[in-house]
Structure formats: C-alpha cells, structure tokens
C-alpha cells in the first residue's frame, strides 16, 4: 500500500507544547552555560550569555517555533505534499525530508519549503487518533523509525 492511495491527512497542531518547551530549555540552557563559562568576568558572561540566547530565539523564530508564523495546522495530501499554515492562515507548500524522524510517542517532522521548518510532536500535542494516522503513514512512506538508519 502507498500513502497515494490514501486521504490527505489534515492536522492541527496549534496546541502543539513540545517543541515550545525544548526551545525554552534550550535558551535556558544556552544562558546558563554561557554565563557559567564567563564566571570569572561577569560582564562578558552576561554578554555571551545574551548573544547565545539572542541567536538562538531568532533561529526558533525563523524555523516558525515562535511568533504569529507558528505552525497552526499542516495537511499531508494523498500526492506526497504537504501544505503548512500559520497562524494568519497563510499556506505555504513543502516536501517531507529524509530526516524526518519518529516514534512510538514522538515526531520529528522537517519540510523543505520557503526556508527548512521544523515540528517537534509528542503525544499530547495531537489526539491519540491523529497521532497514530501519522506515525503509520510515516512508516508506509518508509522513513526511518527511532533505531533505523537512512541508507
């Protein structure tokens, strides 16, 4: 069977909370570890510790982690594409990578579109019914599960 001669799976994901809390804890971490690194000089830990964290939520921002560009509902149509919209509502189109990755309760989703965007899901994020459609649709696609490698 291929995904082809399936129903566009359609998803909302607004109320996704997991790549928000890992962006979270990243900046955390980036603003602990630079400032620990710079003990010695505070105002040049403080510093590194803002440039980390800075550069950083600009990137989450740009892969749509962030802000009014926040993924808010992706459909996954029977002819491969996939099409993501914002929270405005703006569609764009995008191709699944290869590195996508999943798992029984996690998916790592990354699509080659406008720039690379990103989506980080856990169960919680999605209703067990969705998230169980797109974990098997992941595996008819054949993308590689948690201790499979490409190749």
């Given at each position: 069977?291929s995904?082809?001669?399936l129903?566009?799976?359609?998803?909302?994901?607004?109320?996704?909370r997991?790549?928000r809390?890992?962006a979270?804890?990243?900046?955390?971490?980036?603003l602990?570890?630079s400032?620990?690194?710079?003990?010695?000089?505070?105002?040049?830990?403080?510093?590194?510790?803002?440039?980390?964290?800075?550069?950083?939520?600009?990137g989450l921002?740009?892969?749509?982690?962030?802000?009014?560009?926040?993924?808010?509902?992706?459909?996954?149509l029977?002819?491969?594409?996939w099409?993501?919209?914002?929270?405005?509502?703006?569609?764009?189109?995008?191709?699944?990578?290869?590195?996508?990755?999943?798992?029984?309760?996690?998916?790592?989703?990354?699509?080659?579109a406008?720039?690379v965007?990103?989506?980080?899901?856990?169960?919680?994020?999605?209703?067990?019914?969705d998230?169980?459609?797109?974990?098997?649709?992941?595996?008819?696609?054949g993308?590689?599960?948690?201790?499979?490698?490409?190749?």
């Amino acid at each position: 069977m291929s995904s082809r001669d399936l129903p566009a799976l359609i998803l909302e994901v607004s109320h996704r909370r997991a790549d928000r809390w890992c962006a979270v804890a990243v900046i955390a971490l980036a603003l602990v570890s630079s400032s620990l690194a710079a003990a010695s000089h505070p105002a040049i830990g403080l510093c590194l510790a803002l440039l980390a964290a800075a550069s950083l939520s600009v990137g989450l921002w740009r892969a749509r982690w962030f802000g009014r560009r926040r993924l808010s509902r992706v459909a996954w149509l029977p002819d491969g594409r996939w099409l993501l919209a914002d929270r405005d509502g703006q569609w764009v189109e995008g191709r699944l990578r290869g590195d996508s990755r999943f798992g029984s309760h996690y998916v790592w989703l990354r699509w080659d579109a406008d720039i690379v965007q990103s989506m980080l899901l856990f169960c919680g994020d999605l209703t067990e019914p969705d998230m169980r459609r797109l974990i098997v649709r992941l595996r008819i696609e054949g993308l590689p599960g948690p201790l499979e490698t490409p190749g």
